[in-house]
């Protein structure tokens, strides 16, 4: 239900902007339709993007480490195997576990970090769309 209130509301906010949202800009895809992409020795992702929103499905091996970054999207992250622990701030002072199921939501700006406790399969969706994973100016992640 949540889920239809929020397209029901960013539908809203289009017709305000003066954009009328279509149904030929409905987009139906399968996970396995979209190529994996190597973002790393140890990161693999798959990639969906609507105009307002990105989702990735996200594969990382065993100890790796997303470095401590901030963004301006409001960022949604759910667990689907493995672990992450996550540490927010810049003083590093609050951190956090997550499993499969465990979803943690990052506000817009705030520092974060994680490291994978076995291999981790998640999922992140961001608000606005993550440009910088689109344009492949995320370099925070390519080294």
Same mark, same amino acid.
């Given at each position: @239900?949540?889920? *239809? $209130?929020?397209? #029901?509301?960013?539908? &809203? $906010?289009?017709? &305000? #902007?003066?954009? +009328?949202? =279509?149904?030929? +800009?409905?987009?139906?895809? +399968? ?6 992409? %190597?973002?790393? !020795? =140890?990161? #693999?992702? /798959?990639?969906? %993007? ?6 990735? /499905? ?5 100890? *790796?480490?997303?470095? @401590?970054? =901030? ?5 949604? %992250? ?6 992450? &622990? *996550?540490? *927010?701030?810049?003083? &590093?002072?609050? !951190? ?17 970090? $994680? %490291? ?8 992140? @969706?961001? $608000? ?8 492949? =100016?995320?370099?925070?992640?390519? !080294?």
């Amino acid at each position: @239900m949540r889920l *239809f $209130a929020l397209v #029901r509301e960013l539908a &809203r $906010a289009k017709q &305000r #902007r003066g954009c +009328n949202m =279509s149904i030929d +800009n409905l987009q139906l895809i +399968n996970w396995d339709d979209i190529p994996l992409e %190597t973002v790393n !020795s =140890s990161m #693999r992702r /798959r990639i969906v %993007t609507g105009e307002l929103m990105t989702v990735a /499905r996200i594969y990382f091996e065993d100890g *790796f480490v997303v470095p @401590m970054h =901030s963004h301006h999207n409001e960022q949604v %992250t759910q667990v689907l195997k493995g672990t992450m &622990r *996550f540490v *927010f701030g810049d003083d &590093r002072a609050k !951190s956090v576990d997550i499993g499969p199921g465990g979803v943690v939501v990052i506000p817009a700006h705030v520092p974060h970090e $994680a %490291t994978c406790m076995g291999d981790v399969e998640e999922m992140d @969706m961001w $608000a606005p769309r993550r440009d910088d994973w689109l344009d492949g =100016s995320d370099d925070y992640l390519r !080294s």
